[in-house]
DNA sequence: AAATTTGTTAACCAAATAGTTAAACCGTAT
DNA sequence: ATACGGTTTAACTATTTGGTTAACAAATTT
């Protein structure tokens, strides 16, 4: 059946885009290059996707659609909040292993397309931040963590577990590592992260 | 004098290409907006920098030269590690109200070009982690704070005070925010972090 | 003030790059 | 076999883009 081989084609060229896409961003990456390396002629990019936007455009859904679930781990799960940034900590790392530019590839592209938010968020499984507010003003009446705002504290649990890939390069430097001890510090920081947090607001 | 002609179109055009660069990255800008913002010919740009690559390099190192003092303040100062830590977050969010695209022109740019770090780690007034070891191994001794790694300790900061300017965007969508209250938990967390920061680690 | 050096521009060039076209290919149904 | 559909390619086009050139302007030196 052809629609075996299109199929193949089809995601093949996608795969291609997103490595492409995901290391030299949008404005990096050239069409030939991904044709390269999905192996086909280029003109067949433009047979499945017509332009460079739209492909681009299909890899960075298919990039949000794969970090959106991670978020939600923090921001829609049943589970004690402690074990919840426990086991959100642990996940994250192996995470980026298998997606190594995804995060920040979605990061950038959403700061040079500050309207791309506006599409994400119309559409369905878009993270929402109500179902955390409501555990973290339980957790404070109950007497289980100090006061803090939920907004703050996603912003901290999520800066705590992105930033060390985003700044790898920088943070490397810094610290004055290679990239072999860097890799440890990352594989302590898969529960140093979460005990950091939860020493801050447990009471 | 020519020469204060000269230095005004030479600095006319390196802050042109400053706010490109750092808007559009190396690969997104063009030379002729960079001409177009300083209000020359595009001839001029390489009469004074030869080419794109050499200009975006000078924006680049002077990018650095401006970031490197505030992570300093991290690492080298001799105050007391709270006040310190205080300090570092109510000052980073001015700097990087005063410039807003440099911290993550800086990682982006590294990300894309990890052979800059070995050139950046060559010059003098690189950040060196040093100092802080010893500060933290000290505070560690004299039971002022938990035992904690340096390292983790100094990844913490910096990611709790960086990623909320770099991936604004994304957290403004998923924290459900306007711009203006996005801006208005930025500098609750001038004081926020720090106590954050500070809370997990006292004994 | 003539000559020389420095700064600036318009016009141009070559390479790169996104996108198009028309023909070939290939499996399947007639 | 052959006509037909979707698939794939080589060759091409138009535009963008970094960079150059040669002439002009303005300042500096002699």
């Given at each position: 059946?052809?629609?075996?081989?299109?199929?193949?084609?089809?995601?093949?060229?996608?795969?291609?885009?997103?490595?492409?896409?995901?290391?030299?961003?949008?404005?990096?990456?050239?069409?030939?290059?991904?044709?390269?390396?999905?192996?086909?002629?280029?003109?067949?990019?433009?047979?499945?996707?017509?332009?460079?936007?739209?492909?681009?455009?299909?890899?960075?859904?298919?990039?949000?659609?794969?970090?959106?679930?991670?978020?939600?781990?923090?921001?829609?799960?049943?589970?004690?909040?402690?074990?919840?940034?426990?086991?959100?900590?642990?996940?994250?790392?192996?995470?980026?292993?298998?997606?190594?530019?995804?995060?920040?590839?979605?990061?950038?592209?959403?700061?040079?397309?500050?309207?791309?938010?506006?599409?994400?968020?119309?559409?369905?499984?878009?993270?929402?931040?109500d179902?955390f507010k409501l555990?973290?003003?339980?957790?404070?009446?109950?007497?289980?963590?100090?006061?803090?705002?939920a907004?703050?504290?996603?912003?901290?649990?999520?800066?705590?577990?992105?930033?060390?890939?985003?700044?790898?390069?920088?943070?490397?430097?810094?610290?004055?590592?290679?990239?072999?001890?860097?890799?440890?510090?990352?594989?302590?920081?898969?529960?140093?992260?979460?005990?950091?947090?939860?020493?801050?607001?447990?009471?």
């Amino acid at each position: 059946m052809d629609k075996i081989k299109t199929e193949n084609t089809e995601t093949e060229i996608l795969n291609a885009a997103k490595e492409i896409f995901q290391l030299k961003g949008m404005a990096g990456a050239r069409m030939q290059e991904i044709a390269d390396k999905a192996k086909i002629n280029k003109a067949l990019l433009h047979y499945y996707y017509r332009s460079k936007q739209l492909l681009f455009e299909a890899v960075f859904k298919s990039a949000f659609t794969l970090l959106a679930p991670q978020l939600n781990k923090v921001l829609n799960d049943d589970s004690d909040l402690f074990e919840k940034i426990r086991r959100f900590t642990e996940n994250y790392v192996s995470f980026v292993i298998k997606h190594p530019y995804l995060p920040n590839f979605v990061i950038q592209e959403l700061n040079k397309n500050p309207e791309f938010v506006v599409k994400l968020r119309s559409e369905k499984n878009f993270p929402s931040i109500d179902k955390f507010k409501l555990q973290i003003s339980d957790a404070i009446k109950q007497g289980v963590i100090k006061p803090i705002e939920a907004e703050q504290l996603f912003i901290n649990i999520i800066s705590l577990n992105i930033f060390p890939f985003i700044g790898e390069p920088l943070l490397m430097a810094l610290v004055n590592v290679d990239k072999e001890s860097y890799n440890k510090i990352l594989q302590h920081r898969k529960t140093e992260v979460a005990e950091f947090i939860i020493n801050s607001i447990k009471i």
